[in-house]
């Protein structure tokens, strides 16, 4: 594959200062979407919800969890899941039975112990991939299914970076614009932290604007250190244990059905932006036990549940350095900043606006990634059951924007557009007739997927 032909595998061929830079450019690439979920949540629980330093430090760990259990081989970050989000909000309105009149902080506990059990279904998951083979399961998934899904997982996230590109579109331009110009000119080592690069480069800009007394359109302060100030430096993660109740649990475990699906396209975006056949070794089966055993001992210290981040493969494609290490790196950072709230506010501050400027990069990265699965596949679209998946696929994950909410006993859950798009992309291709694909038997079109079986056999075939 000619574009893994400047790829870095061994990042310290690099040297130590800048694989040390490499993974700050990681940290501050999940940073703001991790942080976020937990800000979320304290909105549905009135201020009583998730800590920012717990969610760090479980990501962090997390991220390390993950990296043991799949044989340190897949550069994958393990941040916040957003998938949750419908969860916790309905955990925080539940005001009967048990729930009568508990304080928020007392209700957050439940919602944890039902993540936890999410978690433990991912290995039911995994058990099965490990008994019947990885073939068999891969059959359900061919390029049709894995490249509008792929798709979807970067356009999804498009409206968020419009949505904090648009709080002030000038500091918005210069991250972009950073990005674009260190990628393109850049030379040694600027041309692979391009990511970093803009986030500095911006805030600059940032503190710049700030200290003139420029404000954002809607009037309010380009940068706000409120949090800096009043955070101390050094501070242990406020864990609390989760408590397990049944209707919490119904509430949130059947999210996992949405976050397994996310994480099986999550591990296909991987393996094709680095070449390698992460789905055969170490296995798809490892690394929803390692997403799964993440999530539900996050969640058991009071943290939320963790995904596969697709901020960080786009990361990966920007900078071609593929070398786990460097996520490893930048797990210990978000680990070491847990510790220490002020440096995590600070972090913090950077301004919406950047983080749109930026993103606008990234997700658009994961999206370009899905639309060569399918050119490099040669996916045949003059086939009406081709066409038909790919179109329910991409409307379903890009049309379920709030996702669907149903009622099962009682209790509102809500599937992600992404988990809708996966499951009806599977189902089609399952009983539509003319199901030729055969995982293992076209080498050059698996390994153009990053899931072949032999990722460096080269064939004509």
């Not at 991790?34 to 949540?41: G, Q």
């Not at 279904?121 to 059959?139: E, P, T």
């Amino acid at each position: 594959m000619s574009k893994q032909q400047d790829a870095i595998r061994d990042a310290r061929a690099l040297g130590v200062p800048k694989m040390l830079i490499l993974g700050l450019q990681h940290m501050f690439a999940m940073f703001g979407a991790t942080i976020l979920v937990p800000i979320l949540v304290n909105v549905y629980f009135e201020g009583e919800g998730l800590s920012i330093q717990v969610t760090l430090i479980c990501a962090g760990l997390g991220t390390l969890f993950f990296h043991l259990c799949s044989k340190l081989k897949i550069p994958a970050f393990l941040g916040s899941s957003f998938a949750f989000l419908g969860g916790f909000q309905t955990v925080a309105q539940l005001d009967r039975g048990i729930f009568a009149g508990m304080t928020m902080g007392e209700k957050l506990p439940y919602a944890c112990g039902g993540i936890v059990i999410a978690g433990l279904f991912y290995l039911v998951l995994a058990l099965v991939i490990k008994l019947l083979g990885v073939k068999k399961v891969m059959r359900f998934l061919p390029p049709v299914v894995t490249g509008p899904i792929i798709i979807c997982i970067g356009l999804s996230l498009a409206p968020s970076a419009v949505s904090n590109a648009s709080t002030n579109w000038l500091l918005a331009a210069i991250a972009l614009g950073t990005i674009i110009i260190f990628n393109i000119w850049g030379k040694g080592m600027f041309k692979i932290i391009p990511i970093l690069m803009g986030v500095l480069i911006s805030y600059g800009a940032a503190l710049i604007m700030n200290g003139m007394g420029i404000t954002n359109p809607d009037g309010s302060v380009i940068l706000n250190f409120a949090g800096v100030q009043a955070a101390s430096w050094v501070g242990l993660p406020p864990f609390q244990i989760c408590k397990f109740d049944v209707t919490a649990i119904l509430v949130m475990a059947p999210i996992a059905l949405a976050t397994m699906m996310e994480h099986i396209g999550d591990m296909s975006a991987i393996s094709a932006t680095v070449g390698e056949n992460f789905i055969e070794d170490p296995g798809l089966h490892r690394t929803l036990a390692g997403d799964g055993l993440a999530t539900a001992l996050s969640a058991l210290v009071g943290g939320p549940a963790n995904t596969t981040y697709g901020e960080n493969t786009g990361v990966l494609e920007l900078s071609k350095v593929y070398d786990p290490k460097v996520i490893r790196l930048a797990a210990v950072y978000a680990v070491v900043l847990s510790f220490i709230p002020k440096m995590a506010e600070i972090i913090g501050s950077i301004p919406s606006a950047i983080i749109g400027g930026v993103s606008f990069m990234l997700y658009g990265m994961i999206s370009a990634i899905g639309v060569r699965n399918v050119v490099e596949n040669k996916v045949d679209f003059t086939k009406s059951r081709n066409l038909i998946i790919a179109a329910v696929i991409l409307v379903s994950g890009l049309g379920f924007g709030s996702g669907l909410t149903f009622m099962i006993g009682g209790t509102s859950i809500t599937l992600t557009g992404l988990a809708i798009a996966a499951i009806a992309g599977i189902l089609l291709n399952a009983v539509l007739p003319g199901n030729d694909y055969v995982f293992g038997a076209n080498p050059k079109g698996d390994q153009t997927r990053g899931v072949a079986l032999r990722p460096n056999v080269k064939t004509d075939k």
